[in-house]
């Protein structure tokens, strides 16, 4: 009659943890992401083992809470972002989306390379310093009240482009592998698909929403609006993984479709506490995902090193040279901005151990970099953040 | 890179039929509830199979958004309910709670042995039609705006009371399987294990609340009473479940001790759009666990048909002789409120084909007798509700 118990004792144990986590970071003026990540390291498998690695395998229910948690956090970002001001900023954030990807492409594969892989792995390695997760950079936005900046609005572009870069990166990455060429139509048909999903849905999406939302009030269901929209996130998501795009690209788009509706500011109240609840399970399973033993060698922590330093000043040096023309100080504010990789890195990392291009320990050096990046972005970006008050005229207040 | 597509398809999928069938049962002026079972019954394995029944097995990521969906929803209606309101009612409830597993106990285990059950199978199928559901009920009233009803307050008191007895019953049944005794001294430890967690939490919890939760904002996080309060619900859902209770049962009384606290009329607010997105998910599943295939039959039809007029009847006649002192229509809407048995029943026809006491068609036919208590209930519920003015003083109105 009392099943789940377990699983409620480990949603408990992930949520507390989150919550000390974040706390403790903020006392010590970090954001709470930090301690939220931090959080999951110590009670992953590395440490504590209260939750296990099959706990945290693909298609878990954590696994899902986690994916569900980082939709809805992208949603939210997308709801604070308007169509019209992602476009003022279009041309610098493209800059920045494709030297972004550039760059540490172009540095992750001689390292690799240099470090006696061949030529064709090597473009698999640096496949995994390209695509930027923007799920960590908006939340550090999101709790430093700066989604209004112009800043945040290159980066939020340029995560877009990012990802349909990286994409593209990995899908001729991967038919390299074994000596293979790749076949050129074929991915134009892949990148024509992808930017026309993001045309049609995000211009069409919010020409609707602009030109009459009243229609979300009429079902009978209480609090329909945010029904509607919820179904839209989800669906969104689900149909940017067909065209090849990360959920987190549709949940965004959908975000910025429910911006344009009279409803969005009640929207942008209800989803505070989906995001309370569901957040911290992404940031805890990433956090639970480092591995400290594959680590526990002075060789390993050189490498680690190493790669984590080419993996942010690549992409600090692609973005600051795209975004140049805002000026240093902001160019600097964006180029650490698109440094964490967070999860991203972590799966095309889990590929390349697949395909046996990775062994462990490169494997587990290159989950650390895409984590350690995630790590030391937050602070850095939230120093550079309040360092200067922001170029827009006024931020808005979030409620 | 884009893992987790085939699991976005599903919660998409999900969600949206909850919205449809709520919205089609609103339209034919039933509780939207009611919409979100058929729907699931129409999605799921039987008819259409666009979720499968390894989709919603024990443990999977369905069955535990399910199952916190419905966490989260007991959780808001202890929110609602105040311990002194359950106390006033504590005599009627308790009356409630114990007629109410008797006499279905005791109609149920006739049944069963003038159907050809040894006595101690027929126990245990007798016990399939003890335990209540508070879930479906508790989403009537709190649709119906009738939470502050006295009758209300009866019902979610005696489903407290109910599942206290309904574990106990369930350990005695399975201890005498196979002709083995019970141990009448480890029936007390476990009784008095879980009446004091529900007393010391209830009592404690409310009265550290009521003396001050100014702590509640403490932390540095923002909106952290909110944080610390769903803490506290998977906290004490899990710890419920150690003592042998149901997750809801611990998951109530965590909203009880919130709605002592002066943030009650906030987190009332902001527990809102988590049950938005969350309880749809619980009483898809739910549908989607009715086998058609197994009921078609005339046999079948018939047998289940004899079963849940048997198992509304019981419940409804313990109900209504615990409840005649608060009058004849209120005894009727306590006797119905207690008659769902949604997924307790499940859950015990589960363990009985696991235990070989069930074949599968009289599993099919409890589960189908669960789910048909807890289809039939909320619009019966929802019309003698209508009927009558509260007999409180006034209502308090829902924001």
Redo the contacts between chains.
């Keep these: ?5 377990d ?3 480990t ?2 144990i992930v ?2 943890a989150a ?1 000390i986590g ?2 403790i970071a ?2 010590l003026k970090l954001p ?1 992401v930090v301690g939220e990540i931090a959080a999951g390291c110590v009670i992953g498998p590395s440490l504590l083992g209260w939750i296990t690695p099959e706990q945290i395998a ?4 954590l ?3 986690a ?2 948690g980082v ?1 809805l956090l992208l949603f939210s970002v997308g709801l604070e972002t308007r169509l019209e001001d992602l476009k003022k900023v279009g041309k610098v954030a493209f800059l920045v989306g494709v030297l972004g990807v550039l760059v540490p492409f172009g540095m992750g594969s001689v390292w690799a390379h240099g470090n006696g892989f061949d030529w064709d792995k090597s473009l698999f390695v640096a496949a995994a310093f390209v ?1 930027t997760s923007a799920g960590i950079t908006a939340r550090v936005l999101q709790e430093l009240n700066a989604l209004q900046r112009t800043e945040s609005k290159v980066i939020l572009g340029a995560a877009v482009i990012d990802d349909i870069l ?2 593209l990166l ?1 899908g001729v990455v991967v038919s390299m592998q074994g000596g293979g060429g790749f076949d050129l139509s074929h991915l134009l048909v892949v990148l024509a698909g992808a930017i026309g999903f993001i045309a049609v849905v995000g211009l069409g999406g919010a020409r609707v929403m602009r030109w009459n939302s009243g229609w979300l009030e009429k ?3 209480p ?1 329909s609006p ?3 929209v ?2 839209l996130c ?2 969104l ?2 149909l940017s ?2 065209f ?4 987190i690209i549709g949940a965004f788009l959908a975000g910025m479709i429910a911006s344009e509706t009279r409803q969005q500011h009640t929207l942008e109240k ?5 995001l ?2 569901l957040t911290p399970f992404f940031f805890v399973v990433t956090g639970s995902k480092i591995d400290l033993h594959e680590l526990a060698s002075a060789d390993a922590l050189l490498m680690l090193t190493v790669v984590t330093v080419i993996a942010i000043l690549s992409k600090l040096i692609g973005g600051w040279l795209g975004s140049l023309s805002l000026g240093k100080h902001s160019a600097t504010i964006i180029g650490f901005g698109m440094v964490p990789r967070g999860e ?1 890195g972590v ?2 990392a889990s ?1 390349g151990l697949a395909a046996g291009v990775f062994n462990n320990r490169i494997y587990a050096i290159i989950v650390a970099m895409s984590l350690l990046t995630a790590m030391v972005t937050p602070p850095v970006l939230a120093w550079l953040l309040k360092r200067t008050a922001s170029a827009e005229p006024a931020d808005q207040p979030r409620i």
């Design positions: 009659m009392h099943h789940a118990s699983i409620l004792f949603l408990f949520f507390v919550q974040g706390e903020q006392r709470g693909t298609g878990t229910p696994d899902v809470l994916e569900i939709v695509a990286a994409m990995l079902p009978l269901a609090h945010l029904m509607i919820l179904a989800l669906g998501a689900y993984t067909l090849g795009l990360a959920a209800q989803t505070m506490p989906l309370a609840l991203v799966v095309i590929l």
